[in-house]
């Protein structure tokens, strides 16, 4: 028999009118005894009867997850981390596929409507303002780097986390740092954000070199195909470190380099982007910037729910911490892998679920 209102209430130490309150979004709950209600409902496995809180408030529960692509491990890791966040929260996710296309995101806006979902969660690359402004979505919470006025968005700092990345590739004694994925096809702005970074840490340090290496698309085998294509153009000034604009194209860079004959750390150092599960365990660990994904999915569905109930002030950025995860593959120093702490994102009432690492982290200086 599955749990019951009563086997959470009993857990979290408040009435079952309580958790039925906290269930069904009632505005008026303290954040500590929402908190204590959300956590025993993960612990003791409690999944609330949909159809008959549907009845009572009008809502599906049910929210709709949009993601570019599944198969880039930074979304597919993320994914899991908002269906567990949702399902906490009594939500189901419904998930979809945008491979980042204009006309897809605006189809895929038009065929969701609020009798179906009672909001959305879109990693939005390419749509404009009136795509969403046409929809009847319901609320909409934006993740990552795409923009659009008025509307809530979860990322991190993206030019501040390149430029932390660029400066320990300087560090490391690299002089001549090449960044690797900016969109060939069309405006990526997470790339242009990244490549900013870079860009800025460069003259802050006096460095004149520069080289942005385009890509079709963020793959193992795009970076692979940029990085034997610069070492062809630079074979008479070489570079020394490359910022990758993700963790695929990071990975399949090394593959380049290795196939050139060239050593990783020691010729050429390398830095991702994301901190996927794969960048840690290859024979070459990879040096990554890690975003908190456990945050920005906490953020993300807690602003979301936040909308759904109503609330109607204005939509911002929301930023998430992130650290560079420091692996073999840009160490020269012989340090061995580390976590350098490198942003504060912001601080928000649901923080109580991060890790104590994670909260030890945000007290840290840079």
Request: with cysteine; proline share 4%.
């Amino acid at each position: 028999m599955g749990a019951t209102q009563r086997d959470v209430a009993l857990r979290a130490g408040v009435s079952t009118r309580t958790v039925s309150n906290v269930v069904n979004d009632y505005e008026h709950i303290s954040a500590d005894v929402r908190r204590r209600v959300l956590a025993a409902i993960d612990e003791v496995g409690y999944r609330p009867n949909r159809a008959a809180r549907s009845l009572r408030t009008g809502r599906s529960g049910l929210i709709a997850l949009a993601f570019p692509e599944f198969d880039v491990g930074y979304f597919a890791e993320l994914a899991r981390l908002v269906v567990h966040e949702a399902e906490r929260r009594g939500y189901t996710v419904l998930v979809m596929q945008t491979l980042g296309e204009r006309g897809r995101e605006a189809a895929l806006l038009q065929r969701i409507d609020r009798q179906l979902v009672d909001g959305l969660l879109f990693s939005a690359s390419a749509c404009e303002p009136a795509d969403i402004e046409n929809s009847d979505t319901g609320p909409v919470v934006l993740l990552g780097e795409h923009e659009i006025p008025g509307i809530d968005r979860v990322s991190i700092d993206n030019v501040a986390a390149a430029g932390a990345a660029t400066r320990h590739l300087i560090d490391q004694g690299c002089r001549r740092i090449a960044f690797v994925g900016r969109a060939r096809a069309s405006r990526s702005d997470m790339a242009e954000q990244r490549v900013d970074g870079y860009d800025r840490e460069l003259t802050a340090a006096g460095l004149p070199f520069r080289r942005v290496v385009e890509v079709d698309a963020y793959h193992r085998a795009n970076g692979a195909a940029a990085v034997a294509e610069l070492l062809r153009g630079t074979s008479s000034s070489p570079v020394d470190g490359l910022l990758c604009a993700n963790d695929p194209v990071a990975l399949g860079a090394m593959h380049a380099l290795h196939q050139a004959g060239l050593r990783v750390p020691d010729d050429v150092a390398v830095v991702g982007f994301d901190d996927i599960d794969d960048s840690a365990y290859g024979l070459v660990p990879l040096t990554s910037v890690s975003p908190d994904k456990r945050q920005i999915a906490e953020l993300a569905v807690s602003r979301l729910v936040d909308r759904i109930r109503g609330a109607d002030d204005p939509g911002r950025h929301h930023q998430a911490r992130f650290e560079l995860a420091v692996r073999a593959s840009s160490s020269r120093t012989g340090t061995g892998p580390q976590a350098v702490f490198q942003g504060a994102g912001e601080s928000w009432a649901d923080s109580s679920s991060a890790s104590s690492t994670q909260r030890r982290r945000a007290g840290e200086k840079s």
